[in-house]
Nanobody, 121 residues
Framework: QVQLVESGGGLVQAGGSLSVSCATK????????MGWFRQAPGKEREFVAA????????FYADSVKGRFTISRDNAKTTVYLQMNSLKPEDTAIYYC??????????????WGQGTQVTVSS
């Protein structure tokens, strides 16, 4: 079993930056691929970014490419999402997930409870 706890969400103005983290507990973090997804009110959960267990393979949604950066620290069993040049449409609850493969689909085994990110215009 793996427990995921997101933190770092908050309110930021458009054009600003925010970093969210996902700390894990349980089975070996370094063996899991990690992903970030988000869900805005009234919308389906959508893929944001993913990183393989080694950190070599990284994927981004087109909507965040060039603005967001996913990274991981296996020693700290934590995955990060650095968000720059934020837009109001980035407002959502951000979820981290752990699974066997870095995927753009929500086919992960474990999910966090989510952290709210609000971008004001």
């Amino acid at each position: 079993q793996v427990q995921l706890v997101e933190s770092g969400g908050g309110l930021v103005q458009a054009g600003g930056s925010l970093s969210v983290s996902c700390a894990t507990k349980g089975r070996t973090f370094s063996s899991y691929a990690m992903g970030w997804f988000r869900q805005a009110p009234g919308k389906e959960r959508e893929f944001v970014a993913a990183i393989s267990w080694s950190g070599i393979n990284i994927f981004y949604a087109d909507s965040v490419k060039g603005r967001f950066t996913i990274s991981r620290d296996n020693a700290k069993t934590t995955v990060y999402l650095q968000m720059n040049s934020l837009k109001p449409e980035d407002t959502a609850i951000y979820y981290c997930a752990a699974g066997r493969y870095a995927s753009m689909t929500p086919s992960y085994d474990y999910w966090g409870q989510g952290t709210q990110v609000t971008v004001s215009s």
